[in-house]
């Protein structure tokens, strides 16, 4: 633990800002990412970032330091949407984790990043903005959902970009495969989301408590099979697990989502299906598109991925049922 009395001339100051002035080089969103999750207290009391300090007021955090390595640069290939000195959109296959974390170092797209954008290019590599294990890494998709992901080459850049997503100026489109078919052809699901009472890995639809944040998903079925359905949906907030928390919410769970359906695998028998290997092995959910304005231009993006190879030969078995 460290602490430190605030100075009379830097009275008013937000406490993320007197942190990145007094915490050894750690950036400021990671700083505020351990002020959100109660690592720091002013005189004694769990403080917000964005409080400002009064003189002689005392500091005491417990942030732990980060690695100070990154991610190794690793050759592994990556589908690239979009590329240019600012920024990149890749499509995503199901199975990579996004940056490393305690038990996957390896095998992240962050480290795949490394090899494309900066080991085998002179010019620019990844922003640093989010701290040296997430080079470039804007926004997530979880390990199992595939498709279009956003990456930031430069730290002005990455700022603009992060800007967008906090104003909500974002526009995703998802596709899922439910378990199970939404009673509207189109609705909207306005069900606030926080950490689960029981499961710390899960979310849960939670009114009136700490953690609950407000949470909304717009969705569309595209198609309807039986015991199934293809849903095209919208989410206007970025909760964790937003989409299959709601959607399990609407008893339509994402079809072979271990955490929120309680499948991890789908045998054809459960879908009515001729008996044959599985039939998908992860949660059904593919990041369609992103709508961003480029950090320079302004120019709109929309920035698609085609539908994971696995989602395909799914849908195709449904139709031909």
Known sequence: MSSFVVEADLAGMRLDQFLVRHAGGLSRSYLARAIEKGAVRVDGVVARA?????????????????????????????????????MAAVNKPAGMVVHPAKGNWKGTLAGALKWHLEKLETGAGLSTVGGPTRPGIVHRLDRDTSGVIVVARSEEAHQRLAAQFERRTVEKAYLAITQGQPQFDRDEINLPIGIHPYQREKMAVRADHSTSRDAVTRFEVVERFRGAALVRLAPKTGRTHQIRVHMAAIGCPVLCDALYSGRSVIEPALLGLPPGPPVIQRQALHAQQISIDHPRTGERLQLQAPLAADMERLLAMLRGK
């Open 50 to 86: 964005s409080l400002p300090l009064k003189a002689g007021s005392l500091v005491l955090y417990t942030v732990p330091q980060p690695p100070r390595s990154g991610p190794e640069a690793e050759e592994i290939p990556l589908d690239f949407l979009y590329v240019d000195e600012l």
